[in-house]
Protein backbone atom coordinates (compact mmCIF):
# COMPACT_ATOMS: atom_id res chain seq x y z
CA UNK A 1 0.00 0.00 0.00
CA UNK A 2 3.19 2.27 0.90
CA UNK A 3 4.61 1.60 -2.15
CA UNK A 4 1.24 2.55 -4.20
CA UNK A 5 0.89 5.65 -2.23
CA UNK A 6 4.50 6.80 -3.30
CA UNK A 7 3.81 5.94 -6.63
CA UNK A 8 0.94 7.70 -7.18
CA UNK A 9 2.01 11.31 -5.19
CA UNK A 10 5.38 10.50 -7.55
CA UNK A 11 3.38 10.48 -10.51
CA UNK A 12 1.09 13.22 -10.20
CA UNK A 13 4.00 15.49 -8.84
CA UNK A 14 5.97 14.88 -11.99
CA UNK A 15 2.74 15.76 -14.37
CA UNK A 16 2.27 18.98 -12.19
CA UNK A 17 6.53 19.77 -12.44
CA UNK A 18 6.38 18.95 -16.01
CA UNK A 19 3.35 21.30 -16.65
CA UNK A 20 5.22 23.96 -15.28
CA UNK A 21 8.02 23.32 -17.46
CA UNK A 22 5.63 23.33 -20.82
CA UNK A 23 3.87 26.50 -19.72
CA UNK A 24 7.45 27.86 -19.05
CA UNK A 25 6.88 28.51 -15.45
CA UNK A 26 10.27 27.66 -15.29
CA UNK A 27 12.98 25.90 -17.26
CA UNK A 28 12.98 23.50 -14.26
CA UNK A 29 12.27 21.83 -10.62
CA UNK A 30 12.72 19.27 -7.93
CA UNK A 31 9.88 18.17 -5.63
CA UNK A 32 10.38 16.66 -2.18
CA UNK A 33 7.39 15.02 -0.77
CA UNK A 34 7.87 13.81 2.77
CA UNK A 35 5.37 12.42 5.29
CA UNK A 36 5.47 9.79 8.00
CA UNK A 37 3.75 6.55 8.30
CA UNK A 38 5.76 5.08 10.84
CA UNK A 39 9.06 6.11 10.14
CA UNK A 40 9.47 9.34 7.49
CA UNK A 41 8.74 8.81 3.84
CA UNK A 42 10.24 11.40 1.05
CA UNK A 43 8.91 11.13 -2.30
CA UNK A 44 11.40 13.01 -4.65
CA UNK A 45 10.81 13.76 -8.83
CA UNK A 46 12.72 16.05 -10.76
CA UNK A 47 11.38 17.82 -14.55
CA UNK A 48 12.82 20.08 -17.16
CA UNK A 49 16.48 21.56 -17.54
CA UNK A 50 19.39 23.23 -15.32
CA UNK A 51 18.78 26.20 -18.10
CA UNK A 52 17.25 26.13 -21.99
CA UNK A 53 18.03 23.10 -23.17
CA UNK A 54 20.86 22.41 -21.35
CA UNK A 55 21.24 19.09 -19.04
CA UNK A 56 18.80 17.75 -17.04
CA UNK A 57 17.19 18.60 -14.02
CA UNK A 58 18.23 15.92 -10.89
CA UNK A 59 16.60 14.99 -7.55
CA UNK A 60 19.85 15.95 -6.81
CA UNK A 61 20.26 19.66 -8.31
CA UNK A 62 20.91 22.08 -5.74
CA UNK A 63 18.89 25.22 -5.99
CA UNK A 64 19.63 28.46 -5.04
CA UNK A 65 17.54 28.71 -1.58
CA UNK A 66 17.24 32.37 -1.66
CA UNK A 67 14.92 33.86 1.49
CA UNK A 68 14.52 30.07 2.53
CA UNK A 69 17.93 30.92 4.26
CA UNK A 70 15.77 33.13 6.61
CA UNK A 71 13.84 29.90 7.58
CA UNK A 72 17.39 28.46 8.58
CA UNK A 73 18.33 31.12 10.27
CA UNK A 74 16.02 31.56 12.39
CA UNK A 75 15.67 28.28 13.68
CA UNK A 76 19.44 28.81 14.82
CA UNK A 77 18.51 31.78 16.47
CA UNK A 78 15.88 29.99 18.30
CA UNK A 79 18.33 27.34 19.37
CA UNK A 80 20.45 29.77 20.93
CA UNK A 81 17.45 30.90 22.85
CA UNK A 82 16.57 27.26 23.71
CA UNK A 83 20.96 27.62 25.08
CA UNK A 84 20.01 30.77 26.70
CA UNK A 85 22.79 32.47 24.72
CA UNK A 86 20.28 35.22 23.89
CA UNK A 87 16.92 36.28 24.14
CA UNK A 88 13.85 37.18 22.28
CA UNK A 89 13.82 40.41 23.56
CA UNK A 90 17.66 41.25 23.49
CA UNK A 91 18.27 44.65 21.68
CA UNK A 92 20.40 44.46 18.64
CA UNK A 93 22.52 47.37 20.38
CA UNK A 94 23.46 45.21 23.32
CA UNK A 95 25.20 42.61 21.30
CA UNK A 96 25.95 44.45 17.33
CA UNK A 97 27.51 47.94 18.49
CA UNK A 98 28.39 48.89 15.19
CA UNK A 99 24.65 49.81 14.86
CA UNK A 100 24.03 52.31 18.17
CA UNK A 101 20.32 54.24 18.45
CA UNK A 102 18.36 54.73 15.84
CA UNK A 103 15.17 52.27 14.35
CA UNK A 104 17.53 49.23 13.96
CA UNK A 105 19.75 49.99 17.10
CA UNK A 106 16.01 49.58 19.24
CA UNK A 107 15.07 46.69 17.22
CA UNK A 108 14.71 42.91 18.98
CA UNK A 109 15.36 39.06 17.99
CA UNK A 110 11.95 39.17 17.91
CA UNK A 111 10.94 42.18 15.83
CA UNK A 112 13.24 41.27 13.16
CA UNK A 113 12.49 37.71 13.19
CA UNK A 114 9.15 38.58 12.52
CA UNK A 115 9.10 41.77 10.50
CA UNK A 116 7.78 43.77 13.17
CA UNK A 117 11.48 46.11 13.78
CA UNK A 118 9.99 49.11 11.41
CA UNK A 119 12.72 48.23 8.47
CA UNK A 120 12.33 49.10 5.23
CA UNK A 121 10.88 45.93 3.15
CA UNK A 122 14.14 46.15 0.80
CA UNK A 123 17.13 48.51 0.03
CA UNK A 124 19.56 48.58 -3.01
CA UNK A 125 22.09 49.08 -1.08
CA UNK A 126 24.78 46.99 -2.86
CA UNK A 127 24.55 50.02 -5.57
CA UNK A 128 25.91 52.23 -2.48
CA UNK A 129 28.79 50.53 -0.90
CA UNK A 130 31.45 52.28 -0.74
CA UNK A 131 34.09 49.35 -0.25
CA UNK A 132 34.54 46.09 -1.80
CA UNK A 133 31.91 43.85 -1.80
CA UNK A 134 32.37 41.27 0.63
CA UNK A 135 34.83 42.95 2.85
CA UNK A 136 34.76 43.93 6.13
CA UNK A 137 34.10 47.53 5.60
CA UNK A 138 31.33 46.67 3.19
CA UNK A 139 29.76 44.85 5.64
CA UNK A 140 29.91 47.12 8.44
CA UNK A 141 28.42 49.96 6.44
CA UNK A 142 25.88 47.59 5.11
CA UNK A 143 24.53 46.83 8.48
CA UNK A 144 24.48 50.29 9.94
CA UNK A 145 22.46 51.37 6.53
CA UNK A 146 20.42 48.99 6.70
CA UNK A 147 19.80 50.20 10.47
CA UNK A 148 18.93 53.66 9.02
CA UNK A 149 15.95 52.57 6.65
CA UNK A 150 12.73 52.71 7.55
CA UNK A 151 8.93 51.75 6.27
CA UNK A 152 7.77 54.28 3.95
CA UNK A 153 5.40 56.95 5.29
CA UNK A 154 1.92 55.32 6.53
CA UNK A 155 3.30 51.21 6.35
CA UNK A 156 2.80 49.37 9.48
CA UNK A 157 4.16 46.51 11.00
CA UNK A 158 4.57 44.14 9.99
CA UNK A 159 6.16 44.56 6.73
CA UNK A 160 8.40 41.54 5.21
CA UNK A 161 12.31 43.22 5.47
CA UNK A 162 14.97 41.60 3.96
CA UNK A 163 16.96 44.49 5.64
CA UNK A 164 15.70 43.02 8.61
CA UNK A 165 17.20 39.88 8.29
CA UNK A 166 20.66 41.12 7.40
CA UNK A 167 20.80 42.29 11.00
CA UNK A 168 19.12 39.33 12.39
CA UNK A 169 21.46 37.15 11.07
CA UNK A 170 24.36 39.32 12.22
CA UNK A 171 22.87 39.24 15.51
CA UNK A 172 22.30 35.25 15.66
CA UNK A 173 26.02 35.14 14.56
CA UNK A 174 27.44 37.55 17.33
CA UNK A 175 25.26 36.17 19.88
CA UNK A 176 27.01 32.03 18.65
CA UNK A 177 30.08 33.45 18.69
CA UNK A 178 31.60 32.58 15.44
CA UNK A 179 30.61 33.19 11.69
CA UNK A 180 26.94 32.78 10.37
CA UNK A 181 27.43 30.02 8.27
CA UNK A 182 29.33 27.95 10.83
CA UNK A 183 26.65 28.84 13.67
CA UNK A 184 23.86 27.93 11.02
CA UNK A 185 26.00 24.60 10.49
CA UNK A 186 26.57 23.66 13.95
CA UNK A 187 22.64 24.61 14.90
CA UNK A 188 20.50 23.64 12.37
CA UNK A 189 21.90 21.35 9.26
CA UNK A 190 24.99 19.13 11.56
CA UNK A 191 22.37 18.13 13.79
CA UNK A 192 19.69 16.94 10.83
CA UNK A 193 22.81 15.32 8.97
CA UNK A 194 21.83 17.93 6.12
CA UNK A 195 24.90 19.95 6.06
CA UNK A 196 26.56 18.21 2.70
CA UNK A 197 23.14 18.82 1.56
CA UNK A 198 22.31 22.80 2.76
CA UNK A 199 25.54 25.40 2.55
CA UNK A 200 26.35 28.71 1.95
CA UNK A 201 28.20 28.78 -1.20
CA UNK A 202 30.57 31.44 -0.72
CA UNK A 203 31.96 29.12 1.82
CA UNK A 204 32.66 26.22 -0.02
CA UNK A 205 36.52 25.85 -1.13
CA UNK A 206 37.54 26.30 -4.67
CA UNK A 207 36.74 22.64 -5.67
CA UNK A 208 33.35 22.68 -4.20
CA UNK A 209 32.55 26.11 -5.34
CA UNK A 210 33.38 24.67 -9.32
CA UNK A 211 31.20 21.40 -8.59
CA UNK A 212 28.32 23.30 -7.92
CA UNK A 213 28.84 26.27 -10.56
CA UNK A 214 28.11 22.72 -12.73
CA UNK A 215 25.22 20.88 -10.86
CA UNK A 216 23.30 23.99 -9.96
CA UNK A 217 20.45 24.74 -11.44
CA UNK A 218 21.27 28.65 -13.52
CA UNK A 219 19.52 31.86 -11.73
CA UNK A 220 19.45 34.87 -14.05
CA UNK A 221 21.90 37.04 -15.98
CA UNK A 222 22.91 39.67 -13.36
CA UNK A 223 23.60 43.41 -14.28
CA UNK A 224 25.14 44.67 -11.57
CA UNK A 225 28.00 41.60 -11.84
CA UNK A 226 27.68 41.56 -15.83
CA UNK A 227 27.07 37.49 -15.75
CA UNK A 228 24.66 34.64 -16.02
CA UNK A 229 24.94 33.17 -11.83
CA UNK A 230 24.87 29.51 -11.66
CA UNK A 231 26.60 28.63 -8.15
CA UNK A 232 26.66 31.97 -6.59
CA UNK A 233 23.89 34.15 -4.53
CA UNK A 234 21.20 35.73 -6.71
CA UNK A 235 20.47 38.65 -4.21
CA UNK A 236 22.58 41.23 -4.73
CA UNK A 237 22.94 42.90 -0.83
CA UNK A 238 23.73 39.24 -0.15
CA UNK A 239 26.08 39.07 -2.45
CA UNK A 240 27.84 42.74 -1.75
CA UNK A 241 27.85 41.27 2.33
CA UNK A 242 30.05 38.63 0.81
CA UNK A 243 27.45 36.08 0.01
CA UNK A 244 26.83 34.71 3.72
CA UNK A 245 23.89 37.06 5.24
CA UNK A 246 20.65 36.18 7.27
CA UNK A 247 18.12 36.73 4.41
CA UNK A 248 19.89 34.65 1.46
CA UNK A 249 22.97 32.76 0.57
CA UNK A 250 22.20 29.02 1.17
CA UNK A 251 21.87 26.61 -1.67
CA UNK A 252 20.43 23.17 -0.83
CA UNK A 253 18.64 20.11 -2.66
CA UNK A 254 14.89 19.64 -2.07
CA UNK A 255 15.02 16.45 0.28
CA UNK A 256 17.48 17.98 2.88
CA UNK A 257 15.04 20.75 3.08
CA UNK A 258 12.05 18.33 3.25
CA UNK A 259 14.33 16.41 6.67
CA UNK A 260 14.37 20.04 7.62
CA UNK A 261 10.73 20.39 7.48
CA UNK A 262 10.30 17.29 9.33
CA UNK A 263 12.27 17.76 12.25
CA UNK A 264 10.49 21.10 13.00
CA UNK A 265 7.14 18.48 12.18
CA UNK A 266 8.45 16.32 14.62
CA UNK A 267 9.10 19.12 17.05
CA UNK A 268 6.23 20.52 16.59
CA UNK A 269 4.03 17.14 17.36
CA UNK A 270 6.38 16.36 20.63
CA UNK A 271 9.10 13.48 18.44
CA UNK A 272 11.86 15.79 18.60
CA UNK A 273 14.10 17.87 21.13
CA UNK A 274 15.70 19.34 18.49
CA UNK A 275 13.78 22.33 19.83
CA UNK A 276 11.95 22.96 22.71
CA UNK A 277 8.35 22.55 21.46
CA UNK A 278 6.96 25.59 23.25
CA UNK A 279 9.35 27.67 21.93
CA UNK A 280 8.49 26.58 18.62
CA UNK A 281 4.89 27.03 19.19
CA UNK A 282 5.75 30.32 20.19
CA UNK A 283 7.34 30.99 16.77
CA UNK A 284 4.04 29.55 14.81
CA UNK A 285 1.55 31.42 16.71
CA UNK A 286 0.25 34.59 14.97
CA UNK A 287 0.72 37.58 16.71
CA UNK A 288 -1.87 39.69 15.22
CA UNK A 289 -3.85 39.85 12.58
CA UNK A 290 -0.96 39.01 10.03
CA UNK A 291 0.14 35.56 9.07
CA UNK A 292 3.93 36.75 9.44
CA UNK A 293 5.52 34.66 12.33
CA UNK A 294 8.72 33.89 13.35
CA UNK A 295 10.85 32.90 11.11
CA UNK A 296 7.76 31.61 8.68
CA UNK A 297 4.70 32.26 7.04
CA UNK A 298 1.45 31.70 7.98
CA UNK A 299 -1.70 30.12 5.85
CA UNK A 300 -3.92 33.16 4.52
CA UNK A 301 -7.52 32.70 4.19
CA UNK A 302 -7.49 33.39 0.48
CA UNK A 303 -5.30 33.40 -2.00
CA UNK A 304 -2.31 31.32 0.13
CA UNK A 305 0.59 30.07 -1.84
CA UNK A 306 0.16 26.61 0.11
CA UNK A 307 -3.83 26.26 -2.01
CA UNK A 308 -6.62 25.62 -0.73
CA UNK A 309 -6.10 21.55 0.79
CA UNK A 310 -3.51 22.94 3.28
CA UNK A 311 -4.84 22.93 7.16
CA UNK A 312 -5.57 26.47 8.45
CA UNK A 313 -1.99 26.32 10.83
CA UNK A 314 0.30 25.06 8.09
CA UNK A 315 3.61 27.13 8.32
CA UNK A 316 6.36 27.98 5.43
CA UNK A 317 8.15 30.51 3.38
CA UNK A 318 8.97 31.45 -0.11
CA UNK A 319 12.27 32.19 -1.63
CA UNK A 320 12.66 35.27 -4.82
CA UNK A 321 14.25 32.44 -6.81
CA UNK A 322 11.40 30.19 -7.32
CA UNK A 323 11.49 28.27 -3.84
CA UNK A 324 9.38 26.90 -1.03
CA UNK A 325 8.52 25.08 1.71
CA UNK A 326 5.07 24.39 3.35
CA UNK A 327 4.40 22.13 6.08
CA UNK A 328 1.55 21.02 7.44
CA UNK A 329 1.13 19.86 10.97
CA UNK A 330 -2.15 18.31 10.37
CA UNK A 331 -1.20 16.27 7.74
CA UNK A 332 1.75 15.72 9.17
CA UNK A 333 2.98 16.91 5.69
CA UNK A 334 5.99 19.01 4.42
CA UNK A 335 6.40 19.59 0.66
CA UNK A 336 9.47 21.83 -0.98
CA UNK A 337 9.86 22.70 -4.62
CA UNK A 338 12.93 24.72 -5.73
CA UNK A 339 13.13 26.24 -9.20
CA UNK A 340 14.57 28.42 -11.32
CA UNK A 341 11.49 30.38 -12.32
CA UNK A 342 13.87 33.73 -12.41
CA UNK A 343 16.09 32.35 -15.59
CA UNK A 344 15.90 33.92 -17.68
CA UNK A 345 14.53 37.11 -16.33
CA UNK A 346 12.76 37.79 -12.88
CA UNK A 347 9.82 39.42 -14.68
CA UNK A 348 8.23 35.80 -14.96
CA UNK A 349 5.55 35.69 -12.17
CA UNK A 350 3.57 32.67 -13.11
CA UNK A 351 4.76 30.66 -10.54
CA UNK A 352 2.46 33.01 -8.65
CA UNK A 353 -0.72 30.55 -10.28
CA UNK A 354 1.51 27.20 -10.46
CA UNK A 355 2.50 26.89 -6.20
CA UNK A 356 -0.97 26.68 -5.11
CA UNK A 357 -2.55 23.84 -8.00
CA UNK A 358 0.38 22.39 -7.06
CA UNK A 359 0.21 21.36 -3.22
CA UNK A 360 -3.83 21.19 -3.90
CA UNK A 361 -2.61 18.56 -6.65
CA UNK A 362 -0.13 16.62 -4.61
CA UNK A 363 -2.41 16.59 -1.40
CA UNK A 364 -5.07 15.32 -3.47
CA UNK A 365 -2.58 12.48 -4.62
CA UNK A 366 -1.32 11.89 -1.17
CA UNK A 367 -5.32 11.74 0.16
CA UNK A 368 -4.27 12.41 3.56
Given at each position: ????????????????????????????????????????????????????????????????????????????????????????????????????????????????????????????????????????????????????????????????????????????????????????????????????????????????????????AVTEWCEWR???????????????????????????????????????????????????????????????????????????????????????????????????????????????????????????????????????????????
Amino acid sequence: MEQELKQRVAREATRLLEAGVAGQVFPGGVACIGWREEEPVYVEVAAGFLEKESGPVRTTTPYDLASLTKTFVAMAGLRLVAAERITLDSRVDSVIHDIRGGIGGSATLRSLLGHRAGLAAWGGLYLDVPHDPGSAAARRWILSEAGRRKLEAGQKPPVYSDLGYLIAGELIARAGGDKLDKVVTKLVTEPLKISDEVYYAATLSPDKRSILARDAAVTEWCEWRQRLLRGEVQDENCAAFGGVAGNAGMFGTARAVAVFGRALLDVYHGRSDFLPQPLLVEALTPQDDSTILLGWDGKSAEDSSAGRRMSPNSFGHLGFTGTSIWCDPVRDLVVVLLTNRVYPSRANERIKGFRPGFHDGVIAALGR
